[in-house]
């Protein structure tokens, strides 16, 4: 059985706690959905149940931090991000505490649990704090990776992780890699949004349109030196997104001034999020794979359309 992401946080934590006594855990109330509860099992003595009080889980979290622990925040990405912004700002952010939160259920596609679970744009608003590291695992050796990587820092942290359990992807982990040859056109992800973009790589294989896969899980701080060089010979680059299409990776990409060209596919701006199945909502939003690999190739098309000849790039 495929497990969620936060299933193997929890269970990676509880390992890692049975020799590393400055772990704790605080869940507000979600532990057999976001993998707390694993944790809680085999530390009881380092695990709080705050209940549905994110604002005062963050704020108690940091307090366990100023004495010396390395405390774990357990929510869905949208009670944690959004309820408890300013106590992350504050307490974290500014303070730079090293509490990391882990925000389960991430993304559009909230299942049943329609708009009010959705987190379309946690990206941008924990990017964009001071002091912080954001990480977006797409499998199980992504998560043990940013958890390492983590408590080798002593800075404030946000490992965001999608509701559904996903596949392993080939390869080894790593803050930013290949999933396939590098090829002049690619498509990037991270997290969620690099299955996304693994099937509609696959799709447009299927077409005889062959694409690179770059996966980068390791948000912020971009790791530049890295990206410079796995992206040195792209020329067009369509970052695939479980996230608005404005303020996640491919954003801060643009910024970074890292590509030459890159388009971003998100969830539209527009959309606040619905109940209703996965695919459905994918669907519904031109993000499956079928209508991905369609917005790939007319992105293409319009692009090799609107320069000079010599310059048209072949895919």
Not at 89 to 102: E, G, K
Request: charged share 20%; with cysteine.
């Amino acid at each position: 059985m495929t497990l969620r992401l936060g299933d193997y946080c929890g269970m990676e934590l509880a390992r890692l706690g049975d020799h590393d006594r400055r772990i704790w855990v605080l869940d507000g109330d979600l532990g057999d959905s976001n993998g707390a509860t694993h944790f809680a099992q085999r530390h009881p003595d380092r695990f709080v149940m705050a209940g549905i009080a994110e604002q005062t889980m963050v704020s108690a979290a940091a307090g366990i931090a100023s004495c010396g622990g390395r405390p774990w925040v357990f929510s869905f990405a949208a009670f944690l991000c959004y309820r408890a912004y300013d106590q992350i700002r504050m307490c974290l952010s500014q303070a730079n505490q090293p509490v990391t939160l882990v925000g389960s259920h991430s993304g559009g596609c909230a299942g049943r649990n329609g708009r009010s679970h959705a987190a379309l744009n946690d990206l941008s608003l924990m990017t964009s704090l001071p002091n912080m590291t954001v990480w977006a695992p797409a499998d199980p050796a992504d998560v043990r990776l940013a958890i390492r990587s983590i408590l080798q820092e002593n800075r404030p942290a946000y490992l965001r992780l999608p509701r559904r359990p996903v596949d392993a992807l080939p390869g080894r982990p790593a803050r930013c890699r290949w999933l396939t040859d590098p090829r002049p056109v690619a498509l990037l992800g991270t997290g969620l949004g690099t299955h996304l973009a693994f099937a509609a790589a696959a799709e447009l294989s299927r077409r005889d349109e062959l694409v690179g896969l770059l996966h980068c899980p390791q948000v912020l701080p971009l790791p530049h030196t890295q990206l410079a060089t796995l992206l040195r010979d792209v020329e067009h680059l369509v970052s695939i997104e479980d996230h608005y299409s404005s303020g996640g990776l491919g954003s801060l990409l643009q910024h970074a001034k890292l590509t030459p060209q890159t388009t971003i596919v998100g969830w539209p701006m527009h959309w606040t999020g619905k109940s209703g199945d996965d695919q459905q909502l994918l669907s519904a939003h031109r993000l499956d794979a079928e209508s991905l690999a369609d917005r790939v190739l007319d992105t293409l098309a319009n692009t090799s359309s609107s320069r000079p000849s010599s310059q048209r790039q072949t895919v």
